[in-house]
């Protein structure tokens, strides 16, 4: 029997932070080891490109760096195939017959690139790639069958667009060969966006309030430390604030429930008064290091050979266009283009 189908990938314009983490990689690694599945993860680098294409370098440097957070949470190649979307040229045929199907009204219409339109102030100058690039996602999808696509909930209007461009293949020529995805969304509504350490609502490159995979130990230590809390709070016997305070809500997302006590105890003296920011945030610390150290100690290793994490990725590509091949195959035979 065949196993289901997940496929998923992340823009590589940096390197992954908690915010990913717990969003999105951990989920991932679950779903990996359950073992039910058939999985690719890949970096979209084409789609990096659609509003960063005078910084290429940025990608370049930036996939070495995601390919490391990665392999250091536990993706696994020999479990998982991992590529990279430009070695991928099937990816960018199927984009072209598939453009035909989309009308720019409907690109228009997107909710998630309307936003991010808005918030990188092309102005007049869109790019026409960053439009259809929810298209080039449909392709990305498609091309592996994917049955189910974990991503976050900005992604929810990439899938329904996707699912009507399957649709609309299929229909349009009387075929079966595309297969509708499902999206899988974060369950837990905390982590499903980790606000950064200043409290802002979003943990984001741009703000440089978040804590990276690739961070070292001293590096987190002094986050930890700067986080916002209760600017009330100011001596310790003050009682304090539990609301908007970042440690107590990153206590409730990294806590595991050997720490759930000690948790309710501290928010509980913290309201009462008489417990320091600095004792609640060394607490963090300890929480989040019994998680993060393994990580960092994964990613030192790995990054000693980065030739070997290009050649795994290199691997990967050869095996993902393999699959990507075929159902081009499947969709030109559909679409009648075959002359000779
Ligand atoms: N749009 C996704 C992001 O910004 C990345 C992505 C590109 C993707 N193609 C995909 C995710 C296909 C899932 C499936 O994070």
Do not use: C, W
Request: avoid cysteine.
């Amino acid at each position: 029997m065949t196993k289901p189908i997940i496929l998923t990938g992340d823009r590589p314009t940096g390197k992954l932070h908690l915010g990913h983490y717990v969003g999105s990689l951990k989920n991932r690694v679950l779903l990996q080891n359950e073992d039910k599945y058939d999985m690719f993860v890949f970096l979209a680098d084409q789609q990096a490109l659609t509003d960063h294409a005078k910084e290429s370098e940025i990608i370049k440097e930036s996939i070495g760096n995601v390919a490391l957070d990665y392999l250091s949470v536990g993706l696994d190649p020999s479990k998982s195939t991992i590529f990279i979307q430009s070695q991928i040229p099937e990816l960018a045929e199927l984009t072209m017959y598939y453009l035909n199907l989309v009308s720019v009204a409907r690109l228009e219409r997107n909710p998630t690139v309307k936003t991010e339109i808005a918030q990188k102030g092309f102005g007049e100058s869109i790019p026409s790639g960053f439009l259809v690039y929810p298209v080039s996602q449909a392709a990305d999808i498609t091309a592996f069958k994917a049955n189910l696509v974990p991503v976050g909930n900005d992604q929810k209007p990439m899938i329904e667009q996707t699912r009507e461009i399957v649709r609309s293949f299929n229909h349009t020529y009387k075929t079966d060969v595309l297969v509708e995805p499902e999206g899988l969304y974060p369950t837990n509504e905390g982590a499903g966006r980790l606000p950064g350490l200043d409290g802002n609502a979003k943990m984001s490159k741009s703000l440089g309030n978040g804590i990276y995979l690739s961070d070292d130990a001293d590096t987190v230590r002094k986050k930890v430390m700067s986080m916002y809390t209760d600017p009330n709070h100011i001596r310790v016997e003050d009682p304090g604030q539990i609301e908007g305070n970042m440690v107590f809500h990153y206590l409730d997302i990294f806590g595991t429930e050997e720490d759930t006590a000690t948790i309710a105890e501290m928010k509980e003296h913290y309201q009462r008064g008489g417990l320091g920011d600095v004792k609640t945030k060394r607490y963090l610390l300890e929480v989040l290091e019994r998680e993060l150290a393994p990580i960092r100690e994964r990613r030192l290793e790995y990054a000693k050979d980065m030739g070997e994490v290009f050649r795994m990725l290199e691997k990967g590509s050869e095996a993902a266009r393999a699959v990507a091949g075929q159902t081009l195959a499947e969709v030109k035979s559909a679409m009648g283009i075959h002359y000779f």
